[in-house]
């Protein structure tokens, strides 16, 4: 039995905490380091014992020093596009913001540097179910369309800009009677920037999906004020049309995870992402979905 892989985790929010707790916990999995952008959390955990002290990092920029074979950013898009291509230096990078990848002048680093530091980048499928048969319909050129729906309690979305604004003026203005409002339809590109912490699955279909990308995967978001116990993620895929029968291949899956109000992931998400970790190896230079 070799040694046990060494994990840096780059943010100690809800998802960094359970991912701390679970690599301490196996013997395949050793702590590197954590560092969050407040210290407060990390330093409050030390202090009540769930975390080593010698395993909190205060300055990101000493990553190397700690010689993690997989640096896992469960913390925010802009810190995974600050950080993704210089963690590759030294370690395979596990990115749990797949939203990063909407800003093509990244992707196209981040792929670029793979190569020259011969190193490989995973991105968590989360709440995509049917991730692999996505990927697979797009090798073999057969995937028409996706649709991704995320259906969440207003608590539970943070958003920014003209996103939020809509999503007061729709709220304020009692369209939400316990159903559906729409808050956002179109492509994934565009929503990403809005919504960087509550569409992550969209972005993994985009990422799943290459011949249609970011541009062309398509990107429903729903307020819903009577999901006060779960989020719904709807994925439909569309195949090739039967000219002889007069219909097309269609899968239509409903994903129903409960989460309480104000929750950005929810529970059985957190077990995606500790799977999509443990996955996250063996591939060659490049991005993976794990």
């Known amino acids: ?25 196996s013997s395949e999995l050793e702590l ?3 560092w ?21 990092l205060a300055n990101l920029g000493d990553f190397a020093e700690r010689k993690a074979d997989l640096i896992a ?6 810190v995974a596009k600050e950080w993704c291509c210089t963690f590759l230096s030294s370690a395979d990078v596990y990115i749990g913001s797949p939203t990063a990848f909407a ?7 981040v792929r670029a540097t793979t190569v020259k530091e011969s190193h490989s980048v995973y991105v968590s499928v989360g709440a995509l179910w049917g991730a692999e048969d996505i990927r697979r319909m797009d090798a073999k050129g057969t995937l028409k369309g996706v649709t991704v729906t995320m259906k969440k309690h207003p608590k539970s979305l943070k958003l920014n800009g003209p996103l939020m604004d809509r999503m007061m003026t729709l709220m304020d203005g ?44 398509k990107a429903r978001l729903v307020a819903n004020s009577s999901l006060t116990d779960r989020h719904i993620v709807v994925v439909d895929v569309e195949g090739p049309f039967d000219d002889q029968l007069g219909c097309a291949f269609k899968v239509h899956t409903e994903r129903s995870n409960p989460a309480a109000v104000g929750a950005v992931t929810g529970k059985q998400t957190y077990n995606a992402f500790l799977a999509s970790l443990l996955n996250a190896e063996g591939k060659e230079p490049g991005v993976h979905l794990s």
Do not use: W
């Not at 009540?48 to 002290?53: M, Q």
């Not at 800003?103 to 680093?109: G, H, K, L, R, S």
């Not at 009692?174 to 972005?203: H, K």
């Open 73 to 78: 950013e469960v913390c925010h898009p802009d």
């Open 174 to 217: 009692g369209e939400d009677c316990g159903g559906d409002v729409v808050l956002y339809e179109g492509d994934v590109r565009s929503i990403c920037p809005l919504a960087p912490n509550n569409v992550n699955t969209m972005a993994c279909a985009a990422i799943a999906a290459p011949s249609l990308g970011f541009s062309k995967v």
């Open 103 to 109: 800003d093509e002048d990244f992707e196209q680093a």
């Open 36 to 56: 969050n952008r407040s210290s407060d959390k990390v330093e409050a955990a030390i202090r009540d014992g769930r975390l080593s002290a010698e395993c909190a």
């Open 32 to 34: 590197a380091f954590v």
């Open 1 to 25: 039995m070799g040694r046990p892989r060494r994990i840096g985790i780059v943010g100690y929010g809800h998802l960094g905490e359970f991912l701390v707790g679970e690599i301490t916990r």
